[in-house]
Protein backbone atom coordinates (compact mmCIF):
# COMPACT_ATOMS: atom_id res chain seq x y z
CA UNK A 1 0.00 0.00 0.00
CA UNK A 2 2.37 2.23 0.85
CA UNK A 3 4.76 1.55 -2.57
CA UNK A 4 1.40 1.97 -4.48
CA UNK A 5 1.60 5.33 -2.71
CA UNK A 6 4.86 5.94 -3.50
CA UNK A 7 4.15 5.31 -7.01
CA UNK A 8 1.63 7.43 -7.17
CA UNK A 9 3.38 10.38 -5.73
CA UNK A 10 6.17 9.96 -9.32
CA UNK A 11 3.26 9.10 -11.76
CA UNK A 12 0.17 11.78 -10.68
CA UNK A 13 1.60 13.91 -8.53
CA UNK A 14 1.58 17.77 -9.48
CA UNK A 15 3.24 18.63 -6.21
CA UNK A 16 7.48 19.17 -7.15
CA UNK A 17 7.89 18.09 -2.90
CA UNK A 18 5.43 15.12 -3.28
CA UNK A 19 7.73 13.86 -6.53
CA UNK A 20 10.87 14.85 -4.75
CA UNK A 21 9.89 13.29 -1.45
CA UNK A 22 8.41 9.64 -3.34
CA UNK A 23 11.70 9.35 -5.99
CA UNK A 24 14.36 9.75 -2.56
CA UNK A 25 12.01 7.10 -0.34
CA UNK A 26 12.16 5.29 -3.42
CA UNK A 27 15.72 5.00 -3.38
CA UNK A 28 16.88 5.17 0.26
CA UNK A 29 14.82 1.90 -0.05
CA UNK A 30 17.12 0.50 -2.70
CA UNK A 31 19.71 1.71 -1.08
CA UNK A 32 19.26 -0.21 2.04
CA UNK A 33 18.17 -3.66 -0.82
CA UNK A 34 19.29 -3.82 -3.75
CA UNK A 35 16.40 -6.70 -4.64
CA UNK A 36 13.64 -3.84 -3.64
CA UNK A 37 13.92 -2.36 -7.17
CA UNK A 38 12.55 -5.64 -9.07
CA UNK A 39 9.53 -5.31 -6.69
CA UNK A 40 9.14 -1.52 -7.19
CA UNK A 41 9.29 -2.49 -11.02
CA UNK A 42 6.55 -5.42 -10.40
CA UNK A 43 4.17 -2.69 -8.41
CA UNK A 44 4.61 -0.46 -11.51
CA UNK A 45 7.56 2.03 -11.65
CA UNK A 46 7.50 3.41 -15.39
CA UNK A 47 10.73 4.62 -17.09
CA UNK A 48 8.32 7.37 -18.45
CA UNK A 49 7.45 8.36 -15.22
CA UNK A 50 10.97 8.95 -13.97
CA UNK A 51 11.73 10.57 -17.60
CA UNK A 52 9.28 12.97 -16.13
CA UNK A 53 10.48 13.62 -12.82
CA UNK A 54 14.03 14.01 -14.48
CA UNK A 55 12.85 16.59 -16.46
CA UNK A 56 11.51 18.55 -13.44
CA UNK A 57 14.64 18.74 -12.48
CA UNK A 58 14.52 15.95 -9.79
CA UNK A 59 18.16 14.12 -10.13
CA UNK A 60 17.68 11.30 -8.09
CA UNK A 61 15.21 9.90 -10.21
CA UNK A 62 18.31 9.03 -12.96
CA UNK A 63 19.39 6.54 -9.84
CA UNK A 64 16.42 4.75 -9.84
CA UNK A 65 16.10 5.44 -13.63
CA UNK A 66 19.46 3.51 -13.83
CA UNK A 67 18.25 0.36 -11.28
CA UNK A 68 16.02 -0.30 -13.38
CA UNK A 69 18.07 -1.26 -15.93
CA UNK A 70 16.18 -0.77 -18.99
CA UNK A 71 17.34 -1.34 -22.65
CA UNK A 72 19.16 0.76 -24.65
CA UNK A 73 15.73 1.05 -26.84
CA UNK A 74 13.47 2.26 -23.99
CA UNK A 75 16.56 4.23 -22.91
CA UNK A 76 16.63 6.11 -26.52
CA UNK A 77 12.39 6.08 -26.77
CA UNK A 78 12.39 8.73 -23.78
CA UNK A 79 14.59 10.91 -25.32
CA UNK A 80 16.36 11.54 -22.16
CA UNK A 81 19.66 12.33 -23.35
CA UNK A 82 19.80 16.35 -23.01
CA UNK A 83 18.28 15.95 -19.42
CA UNK A 84 21.06 13.36 -18.22
CA UNK A 85 23.56 16.07 -19.88
CA UNK A 86 22.20 18.57 -17.64
CA UNK A 87 21.94 16.08 -14.72
CA UNK A 88 25.71 16.00 -15.12
CA UNK A 89 26.69 20.02 -15.59
CA UNK A 90 24.18 20.77 -12.52
CA UNK A 91 24.02 17.88 -10.25
CA UNK A 92 24.66 19.23 -6.43
CA UNK A 93 27.70 16.94 -5.11
CA UNK A 94 25.61 14.18 -3.11
CA UNK A 95 27.72 13.50 0.13
CA UNK A 96 26.06 11.38 3.06
CA UNK A 97 24.16 9.30 0.69
CA UNK A 98 24.73 5.53 0.71
CA UNK A 99 27.61 4.42 -0.97
CA UNK A 100 26.10 1.06 -2.65
CA UNK A 101 24.22 3.26 -5.11
CA UNK A 102 25.50 5.73 -7.64
CA UNK A 103 24.99 9.31 -7.52
CA UNK A 104 22.86 11.02 -9.95
CA UNK A 105 25.92 12.20 -11.90
CA UNK A 106 27.26 8.78 -11.95
CA UNK A 107 24.08 7.16 -12.99
CA UNK A 108 23.85 9.33 -15.93
CA UNK A 109 27.26 9.13 -17.02
CA UNK A 110 26.03 5.26 -17.21
CA UNK A 111 23.36 5.84 -18.86
CA UNK A 112 24.73 8.07 -21.53
CA UNK A 113 27.71 5.27 -21.88
CA UNK A 114 24.81 3.05 -23.28
CA UNK A 115 23.48 5.49 -25.27
CA UNK A 116 26.95 6.35 -27.61
CA UNK A 117 28.10 2.71 -27.18
CA UNK A 118 24.49 0.01 -27.66
CA UNK A 119 23.76 1.19 -31.60
CA UNK A 120 24.78 1.21 -34.96
CA UNK A 121 28.04 3.69 -35.79
CA UNK A 122 25.98 6.81 -37.31
CA UNK A 123 24.10 6.59 -34.00
CA UNK A 124 26.11 6.52 -31.35
CA UNK A 125 27.83 9.22 -32.83
CA UNK A 126 24.84 11.40 -32.86
CA UNK A 127 24.50 10.84 -29.55
CA UNK A 128 28.01 11.89 -28.82
CA UNK A 129 27.45 15.15 -31.02
CA UNK A 130 24.52 15.96 -28.58
CA UNK A 131 26.56 15.64 -25.45
CA UNK A 132 29.53 17.48 -27.04
CA UNK A 133 28.07 20.92 -27.64
CA UNK A 134 29.79 23.99 -26.01
CA UNK A 135 27.43 24.36 -23.01
CA UNK A 136 27.80 20.65 -22.15
CA UNK A 137 31.24 20.63 -22.50
CA UNK A 138 31.78 24.22 -20.09
CA UNK A 139 28.88 22.40 -17.34
CA UNK A 140 31.43 19.23 -17.72
CA UNK A 141 34.74 21.41 -16.90
CA UNK A 142 33.01 23.95 -14.40
CA UNK A 143 31.66 20.49 -12.23
CA UNK A 144 35.14 18.87 -12.70
CA UNK A 145 36.34 22.24 -10.90
CA UNK A 146 34.03 21.93 -8.47
CA UNK A 147 35.04 18.60 -7.66
CA UNK A 148 38.74 19.12 -7.88
CA UNK A 149 38.54 22.10 -5.36
CA UNK A 150 36.17 19.90 -3.20
CA UNK A 151 39.16 17.19 -3.25
CA UNK A 152 41.76 20.06 -2.17
CA UNK A 153 40.03 20.88 0.84
CA UNK A 154 40.72 19.38 4.26
CA UNK A 155 37.54 17.11 5.58
CA UNK A 156 37.04 19.74 8.10
CA UNK A 157 36.82 23.16 6.18
CA UNK A 158 34.74 21.27 3.47
CA UNK A 159 31.12 22.91 2.78
CA UNK A 160 28.20 20.32 4.45
CA UNK A 161 26.04 19.38 1.43
CA UNK A 162 22.89 17.85 1.21
CA UNK A 163 21.84 14.24 0.38
CA UNK A 164 19.04 15.78 -1.96
CA UNK A 165 18.93 18.46 -4.40
CA UNK A 166 16.54 21.47 -2.60
CA UNK A 167 13.70 22.66 -4.53
CA UNK A 168 14.12 25.98 -6.09
CA UNK A 169 11.76 28.75 -4.89
CA UNK A 170 12.37 31.20 -8.08
Known amino acids: ?29 VAANKSAIEDIKKKGLQLSD ?21 SPAEIKSLEILP ?21 PLTASLMIIEVLVTAFDHCTNIMHLAEISSPKVL ?10 QHEAELPASSRPMTLSYVAPRWV
Not at 1 to 26: F, H, N, P, Y
Not at 83 to 103: D, F, Q
Request: charged share 20%.
Open 138 to 147: HGLSRKWAEF
Open 1 to 29: MILDQLLAGISTSKEEMVLRASVSILTSL
Open 50 to 70: LASALKRDVHEAAILFYLTNP
Open 83 to 103: ILAGVMCNSNIYKGRSESLPT
